[in-house]
């Protein structure tokens, strides 16, 4: 069973209590393991991207689980008491996981930074959406390793095989890095990478000068 949540923890080692204590606040969760599909409570505070790139176990309550490949209905886990931020692979991040922003703190985050439409290929999902990076920084590095364990990616929707296991209305899913094994620029509407029109540019700028 995943994310040994029965292991016996070591005397003064901290619980759930001292870990809601901790937390203050919870927020809906909504993540995915390499088999495990997991709805529930989760004790953070703060941005919920923040929270996962600690690395850090994370407690959680209310759990119900599915398998990913839609199997079976989601039941009860209630013996899941916490989670490994390594052992997700994908989680579905709503407004209700983020502090409330204003419009204009919004375009703040996206100032500087250019978007790129892509397909991301974390088995066994693949994330169809937009990224957003710095000048210079071209999607192929997102395989490159880094100190955020997490990358946003909005306007998005994860798939497994062909089968859409995320809801098109959630703000962001945050991709973990570590299972990241392929990184496509690609039309968003179709999932597949643009085709060249024949002939020549007919001028302005493309992404990969304004990488630049």
Do not use: C
């Not at 759930?16 to 997991?38: I, K, N, Q, Y």
């Not at 997700?88 to 996206?110: C, M």
């Amino acid at each position: 069973m995943p994310f040994d949540f029965l292991r016996r923890r070591k005397p003064g080692e901290p619980g759930p209590a001292d870990a809601r204590a901790a937390a203050g606040s919870t927020v809906a969760f909504d993540g995915l393991s390499e088999e495990w599909h997991l709805r529930g409570r989760m004790h953070v505070s703060g941005r919920l991207s923040d929270v996962l790139n600690r690395r850090e176990a994370i407690e959680i309550s209310d759990v119900t689980w599915a398998p990913v490949d839609g199997s079976a209905d989601f039941a009860p886990a209630p013996g899941l008491r916490s989670i490994d931020p390594y052992d997700l692979i994908l989680v579905l991040a709503g407004e209700a996981s983020l502090p409330p922003l204003s419009d204009a703190e919004r375009s703040a985050h996206k100032v500087h930074k250019i978007s790129y439409d892509v397909a991301l290929e974390v088995p066994p999902f693949r994330v169809i959406g937009t990224v957003y990076l710095y000048p210079g920084s071209e999607p192929e590095r997102l395989l490159d390793r880094a100190t955020e364990m997490f990358v946003p990616v909005v306007d998005a929707v994860a798939y497994a095989g062909d089968r859409p296991v995320s809801d098109p209305e959630v703000d962001a899913i945050l991709v973990n890095r570590f299972y990241l094994r392929g990184v496509e620029q690609v039309d968003k509407r179709t999932g597949v990478k643009p085709q060249k029109l024949p002939g020549l540019p007919l001028g302005g700028t493309s992404w990969q000068e304004r990488s630049k």
